[in-house]
């Protein structure tokens, strides 16, 4: 690895722990009812309202419908990922230290295995969120299930509903897709002859 | 008896004169076309109105809240009136606010709102109005347009000259209308002369809180004291009452109380009164009032007074100055620059206005006519700045509008008057349907009036509305003070009747308005911050429920156990912390009112059962889709029954 690959691993993997303070996605709720918007954040360590209490009031609403509580406290990631980010922080700066090729190429599939494996486990609550419904919900569509778009928009009901990255998934993105830049470059490149 | 004399009556004989004169040398009404003057009240479906305007509701007693320049009434705010709508006065939190030394009063006569002020200018952190009736003064918050303090004035009677404040708050004043014997005694009505007196009232306003005390009163002669208005800029540490009745009348006043040429405007020192204060110059008179404060726990509590301090301009000589007045003064009310005191003579045919530096040379230069119970009576020419000649009939209120122009209200020639502050000539004036009382300038009372808008605050409406019956609407109407000539707006109809009202930018607090209560924070004893907390307990013949209430349903919803005679207090807590999703609670025959509860807050209301029975309650708030399935039984069993008392507060 150059003097310059190493610096900028070593820049991408502190990146990551932005998501120590900026949250990660951003679930946006547009509904006749709530001219003031009503939507949640969620970052590495938990589930928050954009407004104080949206929380509260979007269980209050998801009642209607059967669907599971959002209650932070019982989503075991939420304890996890904060560990998680702290060891993916490490591992980028121990391969910057160790400065060769393989520790690079190590630390990217671990990374982008990482992110798929969160995207993943976000579709899969999203999932049970929008389809375990209560029986005996007041509102029963048949067919109808709830789950959010992974990214993008979904009408649902009388709520549009848009995902997208927050700030800190933004930062993430931006890290991962460097990383796996820095490997690309680092295969094309041929290497340097050794005596 | 003896027969009126000609003199007696010249002053009606005088006004029917004047009246054919005006009407004979009147302007026509300028008339803009109607669509021009449609478009500059007109705010579009979603827009916002440019000021808040807070109306006094009169006989309604309360206050209600209007937006400008559209006249649309957003809110009527509880303030000496219960509300069976909401429970205000009824529910177990609100029914203190009413009590009084007379007991639970619950209505009164609200006169003047008036915005707290810093420096001069209305701050937008509270509104005081008067309870005329039974002397009182509420403060509302204005971040949640809710009744937060009321204090009762002992020694007043008919508290109208009030509740106007000085120019940084310091004090919010109190003068009775009608003087009493004080203390309070059995005396014949003839001995007005010896044994009535009248006083001003300073309540203290703190600051940081708004919460008012009663600091001291002034004895004075037993006149009527009408209105006031306080000093500002220079004559900032003065406030000016007006009186009528000088005579002393306590029989049949309209005659009367209207024999002497001139009454007076009382020049109170205030500050020179907080002097004589502290030098121990008054005295501690015992006198019971209620002062009723709503809590952090938002639950009103009665505190009562028990003594106040009273001084009189006798021992406290430089503390009050007579300017006389022509005719039975009604509005006193000093300029932006604080230097004029406009005093409407009700039935006076110029308007007075007294130049306060002029004021205070007369007092140096001792030009002094006589002095009634220490106070000195300044000459009348030596106070004087100028009189507005031939304005009209029955002048009674001025505002301005920062722009050197004063404008007052003509009761008996209904219209308003625009004059100059420097020429004293009358500019322009305007009809008002019918019989105007006061008018309002947004900030006109202050040292930076908004101006733009004046609004005509009017007694009768006789053919302005549809007809309902005899009892017809009262009536506010917009006029644009931008150009050189007065133009005719909009009529809006009011709730009660509207004596004064205030205005500001709504920009100054729109943005500060509470949305929710914070249930967190929510620390009423019997509150159930979740259903968890729900529940049921007997003391004696008393039951108290914990509930909660949110979309769509109350928890618990059914209740057993109850008897025939049993108190049961429900306390509803709104456990929402979403905007602008209230829930009513509603229980078959209760006999004093519903509640409705803002979102994170506790009311609790109790109920008598008289017969067993199974009764229903439910959500009086349309909350929500299922806002009809929003209801409950409660089983009510014979008194001695053996059922037991039991809550279903566990979710099936």
Sequence with gaps: MTTRTRLLLALAALALTVTYVLPLWHIALEAPQYPEGLGLYISIDGVTGQNPHDLQSLNGLNHYIGMHKIVPEEIPELRFLPVAIGVLTALGLLAAAIGRRWALTTYAAVLVAGALAGLADFWWWGYRYGHELDPRAAIRVPGMTYQPPLIGSKQLLNITAHSWPASGGWILTIAVTVVVLLTYLAWRRPRPVTA | ?652
């Design chain 2, 1 to 652: 008896m003896r027969t009126p004399s000609f003199r007696q009556w010249r002053p009606a004989a005088f006004a029917a004169l004047a009246l054919v004169a005006l009407a004979a040398c009147g302007r026509p009404t300028s008339t803009s076309s109607a669509s021009d003057a449609a478009s500059r009240v007109y705010v579009a479906p979603g827009e916002k109105d440019e000021f808040y305007a807070f109306f006094s509701g009169g006989f309604s007693g309360q206050v209600s809240v209007y937006g400008l320049p559209s006249g649309r009434h957003f809110k009527t705010i509880k303030v000496f009136s219960q509300d069976p709508e909401t429970g205000y006065g009824y529910s177990e939190q609100t029914r203190a606010m009413l009590n009084t030394s007379y007991g639970n009063v619950p209505w009164d006569d609200s006169h003047h709102p008036e915005l707290s002020q810093t420096a001069g200018v209305p701050d937008g952190r509270w509104l005081f109005i008067n309870g005329n009736n039974t002397p009182r003064i509420a403060r509302m918050d204005l971040t949640s347009m809710e009744t937060a303090e009321i204090i009762e004035i002992p020694h007043s009677a008919g508290n109208h000259a009030s509740p106007f404040v000085t120019e940084n708050t310091e004090y919010t004043v109190a003068a009775t209308r009608f003087s009493v014997p004080t203390p309070q005694r059995d005396v014949p009505i003839d001995t007005y002369r010896e044994n009535f007196a009248g006083v001003l009232s300073f309540v203290k306003v703190d600051s940081s809180t708004g919460r008012m005390a009663l600091a001291f009163q002034i004895r004075v002669p037993g006149y009527d004291y009408d209105l006031s208005s306080a000093g500002k800029g220079p004559s900032h540490g003065w406030v000016f009452f007006t009186s009528y009745n000088s005579e002393e009348a306590s029989t049949l006043l309209e005659v009367n109380a209207s024999q002497r040429d001139k009454d007076f405007v009382a020049a109170v020192n205030w500050k020179r009164a907080e002097a004589c204060v502290a030098q121990g110059k008054g005295t501690r008179e015992p006198a019971r009032y209620a002062h009723n404060i709503v809590g952090p726990d938002h639950i009103a509590r009665t505190e009562w007074g028990t003594s106040v301090t009273v001084i009189t301009p006798m021992n406290c000589p430089g503390l009050a100055y007579f300017l006389p007045t022509p005719k039975s003064p009604h509005g006193a009310n000093v300029d932006p620059t604080g230097e004029l005191i406009a005093a409407g003579g009700k039935l006076a045919t110029v308007i007075p206005v007294f130049s306060f530096r002029k004021m205070l040379a007369a007092i140096e230069a001792n030009a002094v006519d006589t002095v009634i119970h220490g106070i000195p009576v300044l000459q009348y020419d030596a106070v004087l700045a100028g009189e507005v000649p031939e304005p009209g009939l029955g002048p009674l209120h001025t505002e301005f509008d920062g722009q050197g122009n004063g404008y007052t209200s003509m009761f008996v020639s209904s219209e308003v008057v625009k004059w100059s502050t420097t020429t004293f000539q009358v500019l322009d004036r305007i009809p008002a349907y019918y019989a105007i009382g006061h008018l309002m300038i947004p900030g006109g009372d202050s040292r930076k009036p908004w101006g733009k808008y004046l609004i005509a605050l009017n007694k009768i409406t006789k053919d302005r509305y549809l007809p309902t019956g005899p009892e017809l609407t009262q009536s506010a109407q917009l006029i644009d003070i931008t150009g050189e000539r007065m133009q005719i707006l909009l009529d809006f109809p009011t709730v009660g009747e509207p004596h004064y009202a205030q205005a500001l930018p709504a920009s100054l607090i729109q943005d500060r308005q509470l949305k929710i209560y914070d249930l967190a924070h929510n620390t009423d004893p019997w509150a159930a911050r979740g259903e968890s907390e729900a529940g049921i307990t007997r003391r004696g013949r008393t039951v108290h429920v914990k509930m909660t209430a949110i979309r769509s349903h109350f928890m618990p919803d059914n209740i057993e156990g109850i008897q025939v005679g049993d108190s049961v207090f429900f306390h509803i807590t709104n456990v929402e912390q979403d905007w602008d999703v209230p829930h009513g609670f509603a229980v078959t025959g209760i006999n004093n009112a519903e509640l409705l509860v803002m979102p994170g807050q506790t009311r609790s209301i109790v109920w008598v059962p008289t017969k067993p029975g199974v009764f229903p309650f439910y959500c009086t708030d349309f909350c929500s889709a299922l806002h009809q399935e929003m209801q409950g039984y409660v089983r009510v069993s014979p008194r001695g029954s053996s059922v037991p008392l039991t809550a279903n507060t566990t979710r099936r």
